[in-house]
């Protein structure tokens, strides 16, 4: 049994910066975070694996950037330039051998 614990969120001004952190209780292949905002569907926004390689949803390309302890367990996502768009819940991702993981959420909200 696998948990994931992501902290982090809370309220900022348009232009401003977060950084969430995820932590495992295991290594995981690919970790890393999904958004769902009020009304829409649950979108991509950064993920790691364990070889390094990443992607990134367009719509936080070169703002987000994500990273991952040495251990392998710990994930943070460093959020610059932030927008009202960006208002979401943001759910910690995990996947490992076919199963995949979720946190429980940690709400961002960005004012104008």
């Known amino acids: 049994q696998v948990q994931l614990v992501g902290t982090g969120g809370g309220l900022v001004q348009n232009g401003g910066s977060l950084r969430l952190s995820c932590t495992a209780s295991?290594?995981?292949?690919?970790m890393g975070w999904y958004r769902q905002a009020p009304e829409k569907e649950r979108e991509l926004v950064a993920t790691?694996?364990?070889?390094?390689?990443?992607e990134y949803g367009v719509s936080v390309a070169g703002r987000f950037t994500i990273s991952r302890d040495n251990d392998r367990k710990t994930v943070y996502l460093q959020m610059n330039s932030l927008k009202p768009e960006d208002t979401a819940v943001y759910y910690c991702y995990g996947h490992h051998l076919w199963v995949d993981y979720w946190g429980q959420g940690t709400e961002v909200t960005v004012v104008s």
């Open positions: 295991r290594s995981l292949l690919k």
């Open positions: 790691d694996t364990i070889a390094g390689s990443t």
